[in-house]
């Protein structure tokens, strides 16, 4: 059985920091493309960035460009969401998934497991 833990959220000011993690267990994690998604109050999930299963190539959408890194440990089955200079649009549920492609992909239907979500709040 796959799950998904993400842990790290919390409210924190603008222009603060945080850094989500989440813990898989899957058999097959050296070899799953993950993904970060987050969604707003009253607004629909969105892509926020992507790491291939190798750790070598990373993707974000431009709205994060520069702010969030995505990383892996492949050892630990870790994927982790650096999330610098924060602003009060990033408030959100995070969700950490795991796709079935083995390509880097930013479609939310490519990916067949999903964490809980942990909350971001960032007050202005």
């Known amino acids: 059985q796959v799950q998904l833990v993400e842990s790290g959220g919390g409210l924190v000011q603008a222009g603060g920091s945080l850094r989500l993690s989440c813990a898989a267990s899957?058999?097959?994690?050296?070899?799953?493309?993950m993904g970060w998604f987050r969604q707003a109050p009253g607004k629909e999930r969105e892509f926020v960035a992507g790491?291939?299963?190798?750790?070598?190539?990373?993707y974000a959408t431009d709205s994060v460009q520069g702010r969030f890194t995505i990383s892996r440990d492949n050892a630990k089955k870790m994927v982790y969401l650096q999330i610098n200079i924060l602003k009060p649009e990033d408030t959100a549920v995070y969700y950490c998934a795991a796709s079935r492609q083995d390509y880097s992909t930013a479609n939310a239907n490519d990916y067949v497991y999903w964490g809980q979500g942990t909350q971001v709040t960032v007050s202005s």
């Open positions: 899957m058999r097959t994690f050296r070899s799953v493309v």
């Open positions: 790491i291939h299963w190798s750790g070598g190539s990373t």
